[in-house]
């Protein structure tokens, strides 16, 4: 194989390889459900059970921490989330929870289901 072959054969695979690349980045469509983007998703359901889907107005997450800001303390189940959670600290109406693992999946999935 003489150089020049080897300078086609070089820029041929170079082209595959950036075409390849921005079908992945750019073109590919992303998987949709009913046009809702396809996430890991966690259940929720015993969070929103011991704290109340229509009581929490605000979730936001802080490092490892979740701050969610309920409208009427009295309508959580504290003990009950204290068992299942590493701890929960609370300030006015606001409860920082410390979840023992999956913090981001369990916040993007509250989220989504507070809409």
């Known amino acids: 194989m003489n150089l020049e072959q080897r ?17 992945l980045l750019f ?4 998987r949709k459900i009913n ?7 966690v259940n ?4 929103l059970e011991l704290i109340g889907k229509d ?3 605000a ?8 701050r969610i800001t ?3 303390l009295n309508k959580v189940n504290l003990e009950g989330l204290k068992e299942q959670t590493n701890g929960v ?18 916040v993007e999935s509250l989220r989504g289901v507070i809409k």
Request: hydrophobic share 50%; aromatic share 6%; charged share 20%.
């Open 59 to 66: 979730i936001e997450q802080v490092q490892k921490r979740v």
């Open 27 to 30: 073109i590919r469509p992303k």
């Open 7 to 23: 300078i086609v054969i070089g820029i041929v695979a170079l082209i595959l390889i950036v075409g390849i690349g921005i079908y």
């Open 89 to 106: 600290f609370l300030k006015g109406s606001m409860m920082v929870v410390t979840f023992k693992n999956n913090t981001e999946e369990i």
């Open 55 to 57: 009581n929490i107005i």
């Open 35 to 41: 046009n809702q983007d396809i996430s890991p998703k």
């Open 44 to 47: 929720v359901d015993w969070i």
């Open 70 to 72: 309920v409208s009427d």
